[in-house]
């Protein structure tokens, strides 16, 4: 009989204990960077930079982004640090990135041609009309906020200018203002248009980084299909459409084929 009540006792207390378990709360130890504010990790992400621990830096400022944080500044540095750390592909996506957001930014624009010698891919861009290309420079060499500012200064202007030109009494200050809205306007037009463009390249995000070391780009999107050429990493495509997992992408010199989208990381 004592043995029958031990196996009982054995049982209920086995059953007791996995109740036990199954009610008790597991913690889980959350990453340092999520305890800390955004100040706190770009000061020890800087630090880790300075003591040369550039993939703890890298890993930080990415602490900070994935916030939905971000800044020309930041970027600038995360391309630092991953170009320290020997990762191309990063480094050259982050100084992109920085271009995006500042595109006046000298710093990020003269490390990115650096990091682009570096690839294994020299692909001669194909040659652009010089008032195109002398217009691109001129868009770029401000970014959205400052174009939209510099439009409404414009737009301010003209309204200022049209008042005078309605209510002028002398005739110099009518025809100041007839003139001067004229041209007025005009600027407001094509400041506006330079503003739309860089909001347009933030928005649709047409460029991307290769991340592999080799990818093949394909005839089609299927992995069957006929390799056309192989890009590497680093190398800045444009993405013109998506299927299933696949991107036809567009190089430098105008060669087209289709990759894996897991290849590409987009700026």
Known sequence: MRYILSIIAAI??????????????????QPVEQSLDSNTLWERANQAYIDGDFAASAQLYSAIENRGLYSARLYYNMGNAYFKGGNLGKAILYYNRALVVS?????????????????????????????KRWIEQVQRALSCTAWSVIS???????????????????????????????????LFIVTTAFA???????INREGAIVMSS??????????????LFVLHEGTKVTISSEVEGWAEVTIADGKKGWTELSHLERI
Do not use: C, H, W
Request: net charge negative; proline share 3%; hydrophobic share 50%.
């Open 12 to 29: 209920a207390l086995t059953f007791t204990a996995a109740a036990q378990s199954d009610t008790t709360e597991v913690v889980v130890e």
């Open 103 to 131: 595109p006046a930014m000298d710093d990020a624009r003269y490390n990115l041609e650096i990091a682009e010698s570096l690839t294994k891919d020299k692909i001669a861009q194909v040659p652009q009309f010089f008032l």
């Open 152 to 186: 409404l200064v414009f737009l301010g202007a003209t309204l200022v200018l049209l008042l005078l030109f309605l209510l002028g009494t002398r005739l110099a200050v009518r025809k100041g203002g007839f003139y001067g809205t004229i041209v007025a306007f005009a």
């Open 196 to 202: 739309l463009a860089e909001r347009s390249d933030i």
């Open 214 to 227: 080799a990818i093949s780009v394909k005839s089609s999107p299927d992995s069957d299909a006929t390799d």
